[in-house]
Every structure is written in C-alpha cells, then in structure tokens.
C-alpha cells in the first residue's frame, strides 16, 4: 500500500466532506502537496492506514459529523482515531446488544429510583441532581449512551465547570456517543418513544 496515494484519497475525501458543506476551497487537490495540511493527510496514512478500519472517506466523515469545522490537523489525533474504531464496531450486532444493554441499565435504575421517590413519571432531570447519584455519575457508573441522549444531563452538564464536566464525560465523547445511538435507527427510535421530549439527537 503505497502512503502517498493513501493520503491523497484522504486528502480528496477531505475536500469532496468540506465542499459539501462550505462554500470554499481549503486547498486544491492540484497543490495539495504544496499546503501545510499536506504532512496532516501523510502523518494520518501513515499511522493509521494499515488498520483494517481504514476508509479515508467514512473516517473523514466521521470527524465531520462530530466537529463542527475540523482542519485536517484533527484527522491525526489518534484519540479520534480510537473513537472512530470504536464507532465503526458498533455496527456489529454484538455491539449493538451491547449499546442496548447499557441504555437499558441506566434507564431501569432511573425508573426505579423515581417510583421509590414517588414521581409520577420518570424523573431524569432529579436523578442525576440527586447528591448520591451525582457522586456515582463521577465515577462512571451511568451508561454513556444514556448521557449522551438526555435533554435532563445536557441540560445540567452545561451547567457545570470544564474540570467537572471533564471528570463526567467529555464533550467529544459525548457527541462519540450520541451519534453511536442516533446511527442505530432501531436502539434511537425505541429511545424516543420511551423518552419522549427528553431524548436528544444531533436535529
């Protein structure tokens, strides 16, 4: 596998994503080699091309969908480059049985903590307020997924200090996960109809 031609079919995915959705070109697939973003789209083949989850383009377009204008640099974080490894396993069955489970936990420890606080309907928003259960949603115990999806936690997740919010769940890692969701029409449809208004998707 030549590295050259692996960069320049990222290089075109990039521009081809980019394209799509501003009205400029960064660069020029002509020059490309000339631009400063060339050692990004080199540096990225080079680390990563030789993975089986290689495919410039879907990789590229995951970066899109999670950043709201990522330069290339970005394509070379190997953090992303991770995430995105993850997120292409969960189109497996295995792993959608996985995302379910998760959601699931975390939405039965809610409904039963509501009943036994007595609230008339789940009670997302006063679950995670709740100091003992705040306590555990510092120390991961929440499904991700779950957090990701909930109006309730957005809502006071923005309320909180980077250190804080960082120590939870971190904002990349909360879009990671909410496209994991909204990409599996079958897991975010079923969320929706059992969490109404207070489930979030990227409309």
Known sequence: MSLEREANRLAESYLRIFLS???YRLFSLKNVKETKWWSSFFKT???FSQEKEWDPYKYV???FDINEKPLPFVLVNKGMWQSYKEHCQTRTNDKD???AKSL???FNEIKDWSLKNKYD???VEK???DPKNFLFLKRGKFSPYFLATSRSFIKMYNTLGKEEREQIITEDDLMIKRLTVTNNKKISNKLKEVLGEEFVDFN
Request: hydrophobic share 55%.
């Open 21 to 23: 959705r501003f009205r």
């Open 45 to 47: 083949a080079s680390f």
């Open 61 to 63: 377009l995951f970066v």
């Open 97 to 99: 049985n996985i995302v």
């Open 104 to 106: 699931l936990t975390t």
């Open 121 to 123: 309907t789940i009670s």
């Open 127 to 129: 679950f995670f307020k």
